[in-house]
């Protein structure tokens, strides 16, 4: 049984459908003590950081969710989702985060292009013109080691991704792959049963269908 935490924000009836499309059986809510028997729970995210964990806040989902992150579930943050994982988001002022994992989220700022043909030498160089703001569309993932959450999954593939916010994690060994957009971020994190996407799986056609469910199978 996958548990879908609904705290009111974003539409979650497409990561329900996904999970669904790969076998797994889904409960959506916002009660603590639905957490509270959870064997996979997975927190989305749409929209700006703020306003989410202050929701998951008021409607007094943290302290089930950190319980549950410590009785050791697989547990798995998207988008947003991931990163409220985090400390602190700089997203319209600071917000304090869940605390799970040590870091920080800050804006794409001056971001740029870092392979560029130049049409007179041919030479790669960096494009003076700044990336767009938000980076939206399709990335691929460079996994850094090998996990269950990426079974049948390559270095190399497509997902897709809306964000103007990444994770800058403390501890570098909590990022799993990197995506590169301007500069190498950090598109999947984990530690222990803890996981985290940058990108929407939900959105991702084939290698999101198939993270969802090697998540479903941990």
């Not at 897709?160 to 190498?184: C, I, Q, R, W």
């Amino acid at each position: 049984m996958i548990t879908i935490i609904d705290y009111g924000i974003g539409n979650l009836r497409s990561i329900e459908k996904a999970f669904q499309h790969v076998g797994a059986e889904v409960l959506r809510t916002d009660r603590a003590d639905d957490l509270a028997r959870a064997d996979h729970l997975v927190l989305p995210g749409v929209g700006a950081f703020g306003s989410c964990i202050d929701e998951v806040r008021r409607r007094n989902l943290e302290q089930p969710i950190l319980d549950a992150v410590t009785r050791g579930i697989p547990f798995l943050g998207v988008c947003v989702g991931m990163q409220m994982l985090f400390d602190v988001s700089e997203e319209m002022g600071l917000h304090r985060g869940l605390g799970i994992l040590p870091g920080r989220v800050v804006r794409f700022e001056g971001v740029y292009a870092r392979e560029a043909v130049a049409a007179e030498t041919g030479e790669v160089e960096t494009d003076p013109r700044p990336l767009k703001v938000p980076h939206m569309g399709w990335n691929t993932l460079a996994p850094r080691y090998e996990s269950p959450l990426l079974d049948g999954i390559e270095p190399g593939a497509y997902c897709y991704f809306v964000h103007s916010y990444y994770a800058v994690p403390a501890t570098p060994e909590d990022v799993l792959a990197t995506t590169s957009y301007g500069l190498d971020f950090p598109a999947i994190v984990a530690r222990n049963n803890v996981f985290g996407v940058q990108f929407h799986p939900e959105k991702s056609q084939q290698n999101g269908l198939r993270l969802l469910r090697n998540f479903a199978r941990l």
